[in-house]
């Protein structure tokens, strides 16, 4: 059994509690031994491998929970004219920045399938740890589905053996459809409950899958071993239909309005706000890599995504961080948290949601998320402090070190 000591450096355990200066970390396999001040532990008496956090912060590794692992940017005349299997290829370095990010474990909202997650899992590539929705499920016409009014169809995320086409309508259908995503390894539903920004034929406030539908979806997900739905939703009254059907997460929530809000924090429904998304989508417009339509819309609900993050914030709903990274380029998700910040969140709020926060709103908040005893070794070290500047956490230069499940996998050799 490999035993590590990471030692000189201050720790932000995840957890909100006070920074820890002199603090050590020991690490045994792939699980953390022990966290605390260097004159509160003791060492094992085995050989040991050292780590010099050179006087950095010590932190859990971050976790994204709204990805988008095969694509980066959505450009219609380019990707109808891109070769199926390349973006495959391309996601191999999408996975690359996305851990060296310090993003150690994310949950994909789409376009992922069984095959990405086994390359990384068996180390084919270095990645995050994932968990997949394979494909997201849409109504006809409605956010997922990129029918184009000239008659032709272009496909976010193409159909293929194993990821099925998400378009489903009625109880049946959708019943059908979410048995068929977790045939091809969904470990989480990813649902449409309202139109969106990218889609060319709706609006973000439209509702869209009926009250019955996301019953049936909500209730199909829970009878196969208690799987979550996650939804993408905009609009006020998809966003209350879908938290009264049971769903895990609401994805984006633009226009929450207060009876949203009352209902999320009734449930227990995390918000999973993207605030970073439509910047996104402007800054691709303006160099003329976005489709106008998805630029107009980004441009109005910029302002009232954020009020709602503010407001959902302070009535306190449960928020984890995620970005729709994918629509921005992989490797810059960590910009999320200084928008949390602008929108209301003190820095450590912001590093809790990214951390322990997140790994509830996973599942997995019995193994990742706070470095602690027991946990797994997902471990990041920062040269500056992110409680003093939460934006120096956006350049990945300045993420020194990572190591995910005990396993060094990146470590800046300028370090000192």
Known sequence: MTISLIRNGTLIDGTGSPPVPDANVILSGNQI???????SLRLP??????????????????????????????SIARDMATPFSLRFYKSVEYVRRT???????VRDAGGADAGVKQAVDEGVVPGPRMQISITPLT?????????????????????????????????????????????????????????????PTDQPDFTQFSPEELAVIVREAAYRGGVKVMAHA?????????????????????????????LMLERGTFLVPTMIAPIAVLEA????????????????????????FRRAHKAGVKIAMGTDA????????LRELGLMV???????????????????CLGWHDRLGTVEAGKLADVIVTRADPLQDIRSLQNPDSIMLVIKDGQMVKDRPNRS
């Not at 031994?33 to 004159?39: E, L």
């Not at 032709?152 to 194993?162: D, I």
């Open 326 to 333: 994918g629509v921005l380029p992989h490797g810059t998700n």
């Open 45 to 74: 008496d085995l050989p040991i491998t050292e780590i010099d956090a050179c006087g950095g912060y010590i932190l859990p590794g971050f976790i994204d929970t709204h990805v988008h692992l095969t694509i980066e940017g959505i």
């Open 285 to 308: 417009g303006e160099e003329g890599g976005m489709a106008g339509h998805a630029v107009t819309k980004a441009r109005q609900v910029v302002e009232a995504q954020a009020d709602s």
């Open 139 to 199: 109504i006809t016409g409605g956010h997922g589905d990129f029918w184009m009014r000239s008659g032709n169809e272009f496909h976010v995320f193409p159909s293929h053996p194993g990821l099925p086409d998400g378009c489903c309508d009625g109880p049946e259908g959708v019943l059908l459809k979410v048995r068929e995503v977790l045939r091809a390894g969904a470990e989480v539903i990813k649902i449409c409950a309202t139109g969106g920004v990218m889609s």
């Open 234 to 262: 905009q609009g006020s009254e998809g966003i209350k239909n879908a938290v009264r059907a049971g769903v895990h997460s609401i994805e984006h929530g633009v226009y929450l309005d207060d009876e949203a809000i009352e």
């Open 33 to 39: 031994q022990a966290a605390g001040r260097s004159d």
């Open 99 to 105: 851990l060296e990010a310090g993003i150690t474990s």
């Open 342 to 360: 602008d929108a209301g969140m003190t820095p450590m709020e912001a590093l809790v949601a990214t951390t322990r926060t997140a790994a509830e």
